[in-house]
Each structure stands twice: as C-alpha cells, then as structure tokens.
C-alpha cells in the first residue's frame, strides 16, 4: 500500500532524513568510536548502546526514504465548502446523539487521540468530498457502519490558523 502525503509532508521527511545524516549520524559514529576505545568490547554496554542509537537512525532514514519513494502525492487543497485535507470538520452522530470535531490529515500525521483523522480512515473516506449539510456512511467494517451528518468544516493550514469557515 502506498501512503497518501502532501508535498509538505514529503518536504518535512526531507528535512527529516537530512538531519539525521548530517548531525544525529555523526554524533551515533562518534558516540560508537569512543565507547570502542574504552577497551573490551563483550562487557562493554556503552558500546552496544551506542551501536544500537546508530542503527536505529539509520532504520529511520531508510523508512523515511521509502516512504517517500512510495508515497502517492495528493493535494491539500479542496473547494471552499468541501471537506478536505487539513480541513477541521464538525459531523453529528445519531446513533450517539453526540457532535465529534476532528481535523483532517495525511497518515503520516494522523493520530485520533489528537483529533486528528487519517484520509485513509473509515471516516476520513466517508467525509472527503462531502459539503455541510450532507449525510454519508462510514463504512466500519463489513458487518458494522453507521451515519453521520456534517455540520461544520473550517478550511485550517497545517499550523491549525483558521482561513474560512462553513
């Protein structure tokens, strides 16, 4: 499966792996060649807790690097008055007569204990493309879905600063 990212999610990546080649590399090659000259190496933890931090980094810059070469550009933008990326949405809920705010993300940022929901979500998919007012279905699983009506979506960039709402 190829993860869905925005180009500021690729640019961010990027930035990313390029850090952790320049700086944190060298100071994991350097924190690994001073604990080998503190002599032997089979009693030696700070060695093999600094060989373990280098390859941890370098586990990180292959994924990022993968997942960039994987990922399938989509674009953050969306009509005014349709549900996009980085849009803050507001759906009521029948089945639990409740309201539920939640911001709209890419999977690499989605996190639901943060309010924000992944586009390749059961609710991400269900909401995407759907304007105020609408009732769709958010297709759980086979056995289970349930309705939702959109309420509200204010159009918000990547730092949360509300541009328009609806």
């Known amino acids: 499966m190829h993860d869905r990212l925005t180009?500021?999610?690729?640019?961010k990546m990027e930035e990313?792996?390029?850090?952790?080649?320049l700086v944190v590399r060298k100071e994991a090659i350097?924190?690994?060649?001073?604990?080998?000259?503190?002599g032997?190496?089979?009693?030696n933890f700070e060695y093999y807790a600094a060989k373990r931090d280098k390859n941890k980094n370098e586990s990180r810059i292959r994924y990022l690097e993968r997942m960039i070469k994987t990922a399938v550009v989509v674009s953050d933008d969306s009509k005014e008055d349709e549900v996009g990326i980085n849009n803050t949405v507001t759906?009521?809920?029948?089945?639990?007569?409740?309201?539920?705010?939640?911001k709209?993300?890419?999977?690499?940022?989605?996190?639901?204990?943060?309010?924000?929901?992944s586009i390749e979500s059961p609710m991400g998919k269900a909401v995407m493309g759907h304007?105020?007012?609408?009732?769709?279905?958010?297709?759980?699983?086979?056995?289970?879905?349930?309705?939702?009506?959109?309420?509200?979506?204010?159009n918000t960039g990547e730092?949360?600063?509300q541009i328009r709402s609806f």
Do not use: C, H, W
């Not at 180009?7 to 640019?11: G, H, K, V, W």
């Open 7 to 11: 180009q500021s999610d690729i640019r």
């Open 16 to 21: 990313e792996i390029e850090y952790r080649k």
């Open 30 to 38: 350097g924190a690994v060649k001073e604990a080998r000259e503190q």
């Open 40 to 43: 032997d190496l089979s009693e």
């Open 91 to 102: 759906v009521y809920i029948p089945e639990d007569d409740m309201e539920e705010t939640f």
């Open 104 to 117: 709209l993300v890419t999977t690499l940022r989605g996190n639901s204990l943060k309010g924000l929901i």
């Open 131 to 154: 304007k105020v007012g609408d009732r769709v279905t958010v297709q759980v699983n086979d056995a289970y879905s349930y309705e939702i009506e959109i309420r509200r979506i204010e």
């Open 159 to 161: 730092d949360g600063e």
